[in-house]
C-alpha cells in the first residue's frame, strides 16, 4: 500500500487549510501515477490517525475529491481512486513536430498601422521621476471602499444575475444612476435610452470614429489636438482637417469657412479644458457652434474628458445640455475621478446613433463588467462618488497653486503658461532659444524624465514649443523635488551657453 | 442663527453612521443656501449638546466637511462655511435653449452595418423557460472566492499602483502565469511576449478581424459557423468564404482546391468543438490545416473557447501547440469556465502580431481591469481556477448524460443528435416533416423559449434544420421540466397534423 503516512506533509504555519493541503497532495499523487486509477484509499478514520489530524479535516479532503472526479465512494466498499480520470494528458496530434519550438515570427500578411506606433512611451528607469501630462494620483483612489461595496454586492443573493450575459448598453442600474447624476450635474436632459457605458471615455471615442468616419470622411480638431484622439479617427479611416486654437477655444469662425467648401461629417471638441491647451470654450462659440451643427449636418464629439476638474470658477455646462437639434455626442468617463484602472465611461447621444454603436460594441467585447458597473451605480447613489470627487479637487488645487507659483517665482524666466482654471495639468511654452530636445536630455540626467514622446503636444509640427506638465499626480514635496530639478536643469544649460 | 437642533435628524437605526449622517444634512443645507458663505457653525461642543450625541461625532462630520471644501476652521475664530464653494451650480451658456428638450434623434449621417443587427435577441418574459444555445451556469461561478481575492489584492499597499495606468498587454502576473498555464496544459511553447490579454475572445477576435481582413481580404469559415464571428468579420471589411464540415469539421481538401484560386489571407476553426455543431477537428486535418497555412501564407484563428470542457476523453492539443511556423493565432477566454461576466481572455500569436494587435487595443479601450486581472492571476497561482474547472465539468458532465439520455426515449422520434465529447450544447437536427418556425411558435404558448433567432445557425441558408441546445445552464430538474415541454409541444403538432 502507498505510503501515506510518509510522504504526506502538512503544515499548520502555511496559508492554505490543513484539507486543502491534503487533497493537493493527494491529486498531485493521482496524476503522477504514484495512485493509479482504482487504488483503493484508507478510511478517513486511518488516514487521520496515521497523520495525526481531525478526522473531519480527511472527509472534507475526500469530499472535495469526490466533487472534482478524483476519487469515489463505493457504498459497502470503500473509497478508490476514480478508474475514470476527468482530467488526463492531451493528446498530441503530430508528434514529429512537437518537441520544436513555436515561431515568433508570423508567416502570413496584415495591416500595419503606422500611425499607432506614436504612441509607444520608452520603458524608463524606476528611480527617475517622471512628468506626466495630466493624470490623476492613484494614491488617492477609494479603493478601499470600492472593493468593500464590490464584495457587499457578491453577497447578494439577487446579484449572481450580473454574472452572466447582460445588456451591451451596460448595467441597468448604472445607467439610471448616470442619466439622474448627468442630468443634475450637467444639465443635460437625457433619458436612459440614449446612453451606452463604455470601458472609459477612450472606448466612447473609438465608437463614435468608427461610425462617423469611414471611407475617408472629414473631421475637424483644433490645432494642436490630443494625440490618441487624432490617431483614432486617422485609424478609422477619417480625414483631419484642424482649425485654430486660441484663448477661447477652437476658432469656430475658421470652421465656418471651412464648412463652406468642404463637406464635414464630425468635429471634435475637449470644451470644458481644451486639450493640451487647458482653454474653454467660450460660451459665445459654443452657441456658434452649435448653430453650425445645425446648419451643415455635423456631428459634435464632446469629449468631456475633466468635467469634474475645475477649480476657481463654475463650470460651464456642456454642449450637450443644449443640443436641441441632435448634434452631439456626449463622452465621459470615471477613469479621472476614481482610477485609471477603473475603465468605465458613457457615450450619449440620439438614440439612433446610441442603439448603433451599441451593435458594434457586441462585437468589440460583448458588454462591461456588470459587477464593477453596479459597484460604481451604488457608489454614485450613495454619494460615495461625488463625496471622493469633492476631496480630490482639494487637494488638486493646493497642488495647482503650489505648482504654478513655484514656477512663476523660480522659472517664470524660462516658461510662459496661465493657471489653468481646472484639468490636472499646466500648459507649459518653453520661451526662445531654449528646446525641449536639450532640456530632455540634460533632464534626463537629474533622474528626470520629461515624457519621451513630447512631440506629441506638436502633432502638427506648428512649432508651438509647448508641453503639457501634469501636477495633480505629486504631492507637495513631489513638486518641491521637480522644480528643484528643472532648476538644476537650467542652471546647468545656461551656465553652458 | 440657523436652528440647527430642530433641522437636523439622526437616526441611530440607519445604515449610515451618525457622523455621514450629519455632514451629508450640512452639505443639503450649504446647497441649497440655508447656510451660506461665511456662515459660522456652532462648536462641536454646543452642536453635540443641541443634537445629543458626542462630541466626537461632531468633529468627525466637521473633518469630512473640511476635507471636502465645505467649511473652514479659522484660527481663534471658529468654523465657516468656505466663502468659496468648491461646486457651485454649473453657468448655462445660452439660456434661450436650456429649457427645451433634446431631440433624441441624429441630425448627422453615420454608417450604419445592417450585418450586427441580427443578433439582436427579441426582449422575454421571465417567466419563460429559455433554451439557451451553449452558455455556462452562473450559478456555479465561483464568485466568493473571487470577490474575496480581489478584496485582499486591494488591501496590499503594492497593489495600489494597479490602479494606475498600465501595459496595454495586460497585468505583468497574469501574462506569466497564463504562459505556465497554458504551456503545461495545452502543450503551447509560448513567451511572455506572445500573448495579450483581451476582455474574452470576442475581442482576440475582433482584433485579429480588424488586422487581416480590411479591404476585402478572404476569410475561409466552415459551413455553417458561429454567426457572431462572421459578422466580425463582415465588419472588418473581409469577404467570407465557406468550405463544408463533416463529423472532422471543416474540410481541408476542399479548402487547398479553393487556395489554389483564390488569394486566402486567413482560416477560422473552432478545432475543438466546431460552433454550431460541436465536431471536433480530426488529427489528420489538423496537419493538412497546417501544411496549407505553411504553404499559402495565411493565418489560423484558433478560437478555443470552450477547450476546459471535455467529457469522454482527453482533448486533442490545439493546433497552436504545433505552430512551428508562426500561422497560428490562439484566442481563448475564461467567461466561460469562470463566469460571462468575467470578461478576460487572451489573444496570442507571433509577435510581431501580438504587438500590432496591442497598438490597435490601445485605441479601443486602453487596457484591462488590473485588478481582475491580478485576482485571476492568483487564482490560476493557487489552482482555485483548475479546481473550479474540474468542479463544473463534473457537473455538466452528468447534465449533459441526463439531457441526451431524456432526448432519445423521450423525443428519439423527432430529433438527430450525436452526444457532444464536450462543451456545454448538443446540435439537434429537427427530422422531416417539421420545421423550427412551428416548433418555436407552438413552443412559446408552453412558455418554452427557443431562441427567437435561431435560424442564426444556418446563416449560410444551407437549410441544415439543426440547432444548438444548451444543457450546461440548466440543473437535473430543469432538464426534466424543458423536455416535458418539448413533448408537450410534439403531442400537439402530431394530434393536430
Request: charged content about 25%; hydrophobic content about 35%.
Amino acid at each position: 500500500m502507498f505510503p501515506f503516512k510518509n510522504n504526506i506533509i502538512l503544515t499548520r504555519t502555511a496559508n492554505r487549510t490543513l484539507y486543502l493541503q491534503l487533497s493537493d497532495q493527494l491529486i498531485r499523487y493521482i496524476k503522477s501515477g504514484k495512485l493509479p486509477p482504482a487504488t483503493k484509499l484508507p478510511g478517513s478514520r486511518k488516514l487521520a490517525e496515521d497523520l495525526m489530524i481531525h478526522r473531519k479535516t480527511v472527509i472534507a479532503a475526500y469530499d472535495e475529491l469526490i466533487s472534482q472526479g478524483w476519487i469515489e465512494t463505493i457504498p459497502a466498499k470503500g473509497t478508490f481512486v476514480t478508474s475514470t480520470l476527468p482530467i488526463i494528458n492531451p493528446k498530441d496530434f503530430d508528434k514529429k513536430t512537437s518537441i520544436r519550438n513555436t515561431k515568433n515570427k508570423s508567416s502570413f500578411s496584415y495591416d500595419i498601422r503606422p500611425h499607432l506606433k506614436r504612441e509607444l512611451n520608452k520603458n524608463t528607469s524606476k528611480k527617475n521621476v517622471r512628468i506626466e501630462d495630466g493624470v490623476p494620483d492613484h494614491r488617492l483612489a477609494p479603493i478601499d471602499e470600492i472593493a468593500k461595496v464590490y464584495r457587499n454586492i457578491t453577497k447578494k443573493h439577487h446579484h449572481r444575475q450580473l454574472l452572466t450575459y447582460g445588456s451591451v448598453y451596460g448595467n441597468y442600474d448604472l445607467r439610471m444612476a448616470l442619466v439622474t447624476y448627468l442630468n443634475q450635474t450637467r444639465g443635460l436632459r437625457i433619458t436612459i435610452d440614449q446612453i451606452l457605458i463604455t470601458r472609459g471615455s477612450q472606448m466612447g471615442i473609438y465608437l463614435a470614429s468608427q461610425l462617423l468616419l469611414r471611407n475617408r470622411k472629414r473631421i475637424v480638431v483644433g490645432s494642436t489636438n490630443y494625440m490618441t484622439a487624432d490617431n483614432t479617427f486617422t485609424d478609422a479611416g477619417g480625414i483631419i482637417e484642424q482649425v485654430p486654437v486660441d484663448q477661447n477655444g477652437i476658432n469656430t469662425i475658421v470652421l465656418e469657412e471651412l464648412c463652406k467648401i468642404k463637406e464635414i461629417n464630425a468635429v471634435y471638441v475637449t470644451s470644458h479644458h481644451h486639450h493640451p491647451t487647458t482653454v474653454t470654450l467660450s460660451a459665445k462659440r459654443r452657441m456658434h457652434l452649435l448653430q453650425l451643427a445645425k446648419k451643415y449636418n455635423f456631428a459634435v464629439i464632446e469629449d468631456d474628458y475633466d468635467y469634474d476638474f475645475h477649480y476657481n470658477n463654475s463650470p460651464i455646462l456642456p454642449l450637450a445640455s443644449n443640443d436641441i437639434n441632435g448634434n452631439v455626442i456626449y463622452i465621459g468617463g470615471f477613469t479621472k475621478i476614481i482610477a485609471p484602472a477603473m475603465r468605465i465611461g458613457y457615450l450619449i447621444g440620439p438614440k439612433d446613433f446610441v442603439d448603433e454603436a451599441a451593435d458594434l460594441r457586441r462585437i468589440i467585447d460583448r458588454q462591461g463588467d456588470q459587477l464593477l458597473e453596479q459597484t460604481l451605480a451604488q457608489m454614485i447613489k450613495t454619494g460615495d462618488v461625488q463625496r471622493h470627487c469633492n476631496k480630490v479637487l482639494k487637494i488638486y488645487k493646493q497642488r495647482r497653486d503650489l505648482f504654478c507659483a513655484l514656477m512663476k517665482n523660480k522659472l517664470g524666466d524660462y516658461f510662459d503658461f496661465e493657471i489653468p482654471k481646472g484639468g490636472m495639468a499646466v500648459w507649459v511654452k518653453l520661451k526662445k532659444p531654449y528646446d525641449w530636445d536639450t532640456i530632455s536630455k540634460i533632464a534626463l540626467e537629474q533622474s528626470l524624465e520629461i515624457t519621451p514622446n513630447w512631440k506629441r503636444y506638436d502633432n502638427d509640427n506648428s512649432g508651438h514649443n509647448g508641453i503639457r506638465i501634469g501636477f495633480a499626480t505629486m504631492n507637495e514635496e513631489e513638486i518641491q523635488n521637480v522644480i528643484e530639478k528643472l532648476v538644476e536643469v537650467f542652471y546647468s544649460i545656461d551656465k553652458n551657453s
